[in-house]
């Protein structure tokens, strides 16, 4: 049996996934969890759809992605209830039958209609917690997203069951497959529309299916956070490659980003790997018990160490931390929970019955601030950027003698620096979920 195959861990993940339903219901004075899968929604003044993207509490139980209309009911001690709208359509591929891994655990009633699922639904809307967006009304069925049920389904989402630790690593080699073609891509000379274009043929998925949209980002470039414009053309001379960009394994995220040189020898191509290599460090720290927000300070100390050692900062690490000279080249949290969203839910999650963990002073941009535990993934993303924007305020607040312009200048045609891998925390050492893909697509 391979122990990777999601099909054999599937039941272990939904009697997890019933135990949790279980204790939020009872939690919410609920009988029943009530899901829609979610609705597509329309452009205004138009008759086209936004591309439809499903109810994450919906595909934490079910590997269905592209259902709308359709519902998963749950009744503690009974089976999970799938209404599973198939509609009669000759303007649009209709979804195949219902068949996969989860048939067999789940009783399915296919409608062809979305109110034909009135008649399925449990026959008291009242007690029933309804998870999903407001236009997901059916009827009486008017999602109420209870906070007691929602703080508590979400508070465990960051612990992951075994098939989605499965899922999340087969969303890291179809991501790989991509990153691979795009620096390929990059090193033949491409702009960032053709490498983009290289991305997405790679892994198989377009801009609709992909967890987000892909940053492809040359030069200068590199120093905008979220660049997705996508130029035609490779400016001229070719410096520097970012690349943030993920893949989705049914309903699943990864989230991986890589930073190159165009001239390998260059003195770019050493900070990268100083950066590289602090990054590893980073991962390094995703230990139970270890709090988040310490490993965001000190990706601060650490990159601000590298940057001391470039001679682009002229004051000790600590100095440039407390003076916010640091958030001006890292402006950015280390990282963020992942899963079925990519910044999944409960980032600041004090506990499964609400409350909330304030970010560190002076870091406005982490979202996570929880303790590592068992179970979670994170996203390590150090990045060290060149921004005119973040540069002008430190003059401003009189820290100027904090940096050295003239390195500065000589680092600003390649705009900035991030390396990003997931890390699973465990009972024991972390597992890099991204690093043995890469190494698994160079071998073969």
């Not at 198939?86 to 989860?102: C, E």
């Not at 073609?181 to 983009?196: C, V």
């Not at 049914?250 to 990054?279: C, K, N, P």
């Amino acid at each position: 049996m391979n122990p990777q195959d999601p099909s054999t861990l599937y039941p272990a993940h939904l009697h997890v996934l019933g135990q949790r339903a279980d204790q939020a219901l009872a939690r919410g004075g609920f009988d029943h969890l009530v899901v829609p899968s979610g609705t597509l929604h329309y452009q205004a003044f138009d008759d086209r759809d936004y591309p439809y993207a499903v109810n994450p509490q919906f595909k934490a139980w079910l590997p269905l992605t592209r259902v709308p209309n359709s519902w998963l009911v749950y009744t503690p001690g009974k089976r999970p209830q799938v209404i599973f709208h198939q509609p009669f359509d000759y303007w649009h591929v209709v979804p195949d039958a219902p068949g996969g891994w989860w048939v067999e655990h789940c009783d399915v009633h296919v409608i062809r209609t979305p109110e034909q699922a009135l008649a399925l639904l449990p026959k008291d809307a009242a007690r029933c917690a309804i998870l999903g967006e407001p236009q997901s009304a059916l009827g009486g069925y008017v999602p109420n997203n209870p906070g007691a049920v929602v703080d508590y389904l979400e508070y465990h989402r960051a612990y992951k069951t075994p098939y989605e630790l499965a899922l999340m690593r087969q969303a890291q080699v179809l991501a790989v497959r991509g990153h691979r073609a795009a620096e390929a891509a990059f090193r033949a000379g491409h702009g960032e529309f053709a490498i983009h274009m290289a991305y997405c043929a790679a892994v198989g998925q377009d801009a609709n299916e992909l967890p987000y949209g892909n940053i492809v980002a040359l030069n200068e470039h590199a120093a905008v956070l979220h660049y997705t414009e996508l130029g035609q053309r490779a400016p001229q001379p070719l410096h520097s490659f970012l690349i943030d960009a993920g893949a989705s394994a049914h309903g699943y995220a990864s989230d991986i980003t890589r930073t190159y040189a165009a001239d390998t020898g260059s003195e770019f191509q050493a900070l990268i790997d100083a950066v590289d290599a602090a990054q590893q460090r980073m991962g390094q720290a995703v230990r139970a018990g270890f709090d988040y927000k310490q490993l965001h300070i000190d990706a601060h100390l650490s990159l601000m160490g590298i940057l001391k050692d470039f001679g682009v900062i002229t004051v000790s690490p600590e100095a440039a931390l407390a003076t916010g000279v640091s958030a001006a080249f890292f402006p950015h949290g280390i990282g963020h929970g992942i899963g079925l969203q990519v910044h999944d839910v409960a980032g600041f999650a004090a506990s499964d019955r609400g409350g909330r963990i304030e970010r560190p002073a002076g870091h406005p941009y982490l979202r996570l601030t929880r303790v590592l535990e068992p179970g979670m993934v994170v996203t390590i993303e150090p990045g060290i950027y060149f921004i005119d924007m973040l540069l002008d305020e430190v003059r401003k607040a009189g820290h100027a003698g904090s940096v050295d312009w003239k390195r500065v200048e000589q680092f600003k045609p390649y705009g900035g620096i991030r390396i990003e891998d997931e890390v699973a925390c465990t009972a024991g050492e972390p597992e890099n979920l991204t690093r043995p893909a890469f190494a698994a697509a160079v071998a073969a």
